[in-house]
């Protein structure tokens, strides 16, 4: 079966410091990887994705994210966070015809 | 292109009474999504549509539920009767597939309806 797993469900985080938030994904068929952001009251928008290529992958406002096929992780890092990252974020995995989604993270940048 | 629209985007109604809920695809996406997101539950995929047809609705809660695409640029979403428990966030999203696309997979969100039903 496929699966999205997000390994924390909030991350509390002071500002400057870096932050990695962790996501695996099981499939048994290819897959194609991204990172939404949604910020409070509002929709989820895209950071970033991997559809095939690097493995390293960098989206808007400094985020970026590595597909590791062998560790089946596609983890979000940002080497320094602002207040203004303090939003949920989503992994999503879309393998075969079906899309799935993580459970989000709720990362909290403290000043 | 503005983006998906969702209308309206609040919306109070009375237990039993019948919501509707409004989306707009971006132009030429293939595929539409209506999302629902609760803090008890998160964000659940309702159902999807893949040029207008309706492909996987295991994501709908009940019969009270109900949606439709009659053409690529409109879709709705139908609660009908409604009870508190209805009480969301709805989103809409689309996204297009073809190959070789700039974009390609990408889901666009609209904004969201915040439904309460009382």
């Known amino acids: 079966a496929q699966s999205v797993t997000q390994l924390d469900s909030q991350v509390p985080v002071f500002e400057e410091a870096p932050v990695e938030l962790r996501c695996n994904y099981s499939s048994s068929v290819s897959v194609y990887l991204f990172w939404y952001v949604q910020y409070p009251n509002q929709g989820l928008q895209l950071l970033l994705k991997y559809l095939s290529g690097s493995t390293l992958v960098k989206g808007i406002n400094g985020f970026e994210a590595e597909f590791n096929k062998s560790q089946t992780s596609f983890h979000l890092r940002k080497p320094s966070v602002h207040i203004s990252d303090t939003a949920e974020y989503f992994c999503?995995?879309?393998?075969?015809?079906?899309?799935?989604f993580g459970a989000g993270t709720r990362l909290f940048v403290k000043a | 292109d503005a983006g998906v629209i969702q209308s309206p985007r609040h919306e109070v109604t009375e237990m039993g009474q019948e919501v509707t809920l409004r989306c707009k695809p971006i132009?030429?996406?293939?595929?539409l999504f209506w999302y629902r997101q609760t803090m008890m539950r998160g964000l659940e995929l309702l159902i999807y549509f893949n040029n207008n047809v309706p492909i996987d609705d295991s994501g709908m809660p009940e019969d009270r539920f109900s949606a439709k695409m009659p053409n690529a640029s409109f879709s709705t979403l139908k609660i009908q009767p409604s009870e508190p428990r209805d009480s969301a966030v709805y989103f809409c999203a689309s996204s297009l597939t073809r190959t070789g696309t700039s974009g390609r997979l990408e889901q666009f969100f609209g904004p969201g309806t915040r439904l309460t039903v009382l």
């Open positions: 132009s030429g996406h293939d595929y």
């Open positions: 999503v995995m879309i393998g075969g015809f079906k899309t799935i």
